[in-house]
């Protein structure tokens, strides 16, 4: 009876875990919401951030990357939500392609950085077998965001720069990333899932039970 007992609740319990990554159809309509969301602060901020960066890169060169963060939150955000394998890359991804649309200085190579941010905090959820969506998780997940960002923007934008230069660029995004899109996407995510709004999601469900 016993054993039987137990081979019914380990059955029950892989079923449950396949079930638990699968997409649904509310998971890419709010991803995609979140894109568009975030779509707009890129908007914004590819005007926004050039006053910043330009006083960052006069105190040391490389030090512009701290403005990096914003563009890296819709990953972050995805995977925190959705909590679904692919859900940091497409958010990034879609938010990106918005935003190349729209139009910008760096247009279709936009959706390069997107697709390249994206896999970086997507390979961090991933790592955590999307299981684990804490503080740590989170700011982990932006770093590898910035760190993506920064090497590709090392390979497109700044090929032939000096050591100094690139490490700096480098542990800038990495910084941003982290504190920017890490702990803000966790702060809106919390936020979000305090009024409600997330209580289709395990997001909102965690949350609920922690209060």
């Known amino acids: 009876m016993s054993t039987s007992t137990s081979a019914t609740g380990q059955s ?3 079923a449950t875990a396949p079930r638990r990554l699968q997409w649904r159809i509310v998971d890419i309509v709010v991803a995609s919401i979140v894109a568009v969301a975030c779509a707009v602060i890129f908007a914004v901020w590819n005007v926004g ?4 960066s330009t006083v960052f890169g006069a105190i040391l060169p490389g030090l512009g990357a701290l403005v990096n963060g914003p563009w890296l939150i819709a990953g972050v955000l995805g995977g925190l939500i959705i909590r679904k394998p692919g859900a940091a890359l497409y958010t990034e991804l879609v938010a990106a392609t918005i935003s190349a649309l729209i139009g910008n200085v760096w247009g279709p190579l936009t959706i390069v950085s997107g697709l390249v941010q994206g896999l970086g905090a997507e390979l961090v959820f991933a790592l955590f077998l999307y299981a684990a969506f804490r503080v740590p998780v989170a700011l982990l997940a932006g770093a590898a965001a910035g760190v993506a960002c920064a090497i590709n923007d090392l390979v497109l934008w700044y090929a032939g ?9 480098i542990a800038s995004s990495t910084l941003s990333g982290a504190v920017i899109a890490g702990i803000g996407g966790w702060a809106i995510t919390r936020g979000l899932a305090a009024t409600g709004a997330l209580n289709r999601f ?10």
């Open 12 to 14: 029950t319990s892989s």
């Open 49 to 52: 951030y050039e006053a910043p």
């Open 161 to 169: 720069a000096d050591a100094l230069f690139s490490t700096v660029y």
């Open 202 to 211: 395990a997001a909102g469900q965690a949350t609920a039970k922690r209060v």
